[in-house]
């Protein structure tokens, strides 16, 4: 996410972090690099020339040449700028009304209107513990009302039955009557797009508004059609007043031009933020944390938020008290593998921690295949139980039964157990406080440099 500007903006600030003190001509040398960084990574020319606009006199002025860490202080006053552009603070969904709660989305075709409603309507039914109902207007796009009903029943979401011929303000009707009789505490609309903008798409689009008088007009664009996608935000504003915004396909954009550019051209919302195919896989949006992103800094608060997503408080209770015994099963192991797992595997946890590029860099030069988690997680269900909790019982025989139930070879069972071995002594030392004792290579060096 964003991995192009994190990269170029890394590398200005690590060049002004080393100068004792700046002066003007450094500064204004800085923001000349910081706005081709912004014009590269797809943000809207206007919004580039305003964002430097606010940050040079701050920049410049005698406070930041006379402080003893002038470098760090120039990335706070960018920090600060960007926040300000993202949109300060986290906005909810706006749910304040009589049920059922109309919601809808907009967009052009490919946006990912469709598998957003659907998991818009998931985070609703989750979070805010309401029933929800989705309902297709797309009666253009070949298939696209079996798309959204096929989503709705993998995901047990409630959905509108398809009826054949019918145009979408009688389908809104229909919706409409449907979800009071079953008693939904929202309704999630989801349009039709077009390649483009037309006359056409934005009456229908209106009309529909008129009828429903949503509490929220969703606007769902692709991040990765750059400044495109702030110019689509820009006319779908003027034409349906439009209320927030939701990016999809971040986690391939590695430019943020979108993200940067959409809310401050609209003063409209990102709400969230679609980060992978998986039905959770809708974030909300958090401009500070963005922020913090983008210029490399980490977001560790969105990873530990991960980490304990589904987690089961006995289970926690219990790892608890195993790791002050300073006991540590291959079982504790497959657990931690899996929560990875959810959070996206390694590159999905490295890439909320600070300094992320380098990190990232790290891994290719290294070769760490992102595969070895699910190879170490077959290994550790290839074993009997007796093996989990004591692995020294396990024997070259073993090893050869445990790599044809696994599909691995022995060496990688090796590689598993002399690691775990290392994460248990690790564990014991940890359980009684001698940290200063674990032992070299339990955590991988690129991990502990970054903690340093």
């Known amino acids: 996410m964003f991995e192009n500007l994190t990269n170029k903006l890394e590398s200005i600030f ?28 797809d943000v809207a020319l206007p919004v580039v020339k305003e964002f430097i606009e606010q940050i040079k006199p701050k920049a410049i002025g005698q406070e930041i040449i006379r402080s003893t860490s002038p470098g760090q202080m120039l990335v706070k006053i960018v920090y600060d700028e960007l926040v300000n552009f993202l949109g300060e603070k986290n906005k909810e969904l706006n749910l304040n009304a009589v049920p059922p709660v109309c919601i809808l989305l907009v967009g052009l075709q ?44 993998i995901n ?18 229909r919706a409409i009557n449907a979800a009071k009789l079953n008693g939904s505490d929202v309704i999630i609309f989801d349009t039709a797009g077009r390649t483009q903008i037309d006359l056409m798409m934005m009456n229908e689009i209106k009309q529909i508004k008129e009828l429903l008088k949503p509490t929220e007009t969703i606007l769902v664009a692709d991040s990765l059609t750059g400044q495109i996608a702030a110019t689509v935000a820009k006319e779908f504003d003027a034409a349906v007043d439009i209320s927030s915004i939701i990016l999809t396909r971040v986690d391939g954009d590695g430019r943020g031009g979108a993200a ?26 958090y401009p500070d ?13 969105s990873l530990v938020e991960k980490a304990s997503q589904g987690l089961d408080e006995e289970k926690i209770k219990k790892a608890e008290e195993q790791f002050k015994k300073g006991l540590f099963t291959l079982d504790d192991y497959l657990a931690q593998l899996r929560q990875m797992k959810k959070m996206g595997g390694m590159e999905g946890v490295l890439s909320l921690l600070p300094g992320v590029s380098k990190i990232k860099q790290q891994m290719e ?53 002399k690691q775990f071995k290392m994460m248990t002594e690790m564990m014991k030392k940890m359980s009684k406080g001698k940290t200063n004792q674990i032992p070299s290579g339990a955590i991988p060096d690129e991990i502990l440099n970054q903690l340093k």
């Open 260 to 285: 940067l550019s959409m809310k401050h051209i609209t003063n409209k919302p990102i709400k969230y933020i679609g980060v992978g195919e998986k039905i959770d896989d809708l974030e909300l949006f």
């Open 365 to 417: 030069n290294a070769s760490i295949d992102e595969k070895i988690i699910t190879t170490n997680e077959a290994i550790i269900l290839s074993m009997t139980k007796k093996e989990r909790e004591d692995p020294k019982v396990i024997n070259g025989s073993r090893k050869k039964r445990i790599a044809a139930g696994a599909g691995a070879d022995i060496s990688t069972i090796n590689k598993l157990l």
């Open 14 to 41: 690590s060049k002004l972090k080393k100068a004792p003190s700046l002066n003007e001509e450094q500064v204004d040398s800085g923001l000349k690099e910081i706005r081709l960084a912004l014009l590269e990574a």
């Open 110 to 153: 490919g946006s990912g209107k469709t598998t957003s409603a659907a998991k818009l309507a998931k985070l609703v039914e989750t979070k805010y513990n309401k029933k929800v109902f989705l309902v297709s207007l797309d009666v253009y796009r070949p298939a696209a009302q079996e798309q959204l009903k096929i989503l709705a029943e």
């Open 289 to 301: 944390r963005i922020a913090n992103r983008i210029l490399g800094m980490g977001d560790i608060v």
């Open 156 to 173: 047990q979401i409630n959905h509108l039955p398809i009826m054949e011929g019918q145009q979408p303000l009688d389908i809104t009707n």
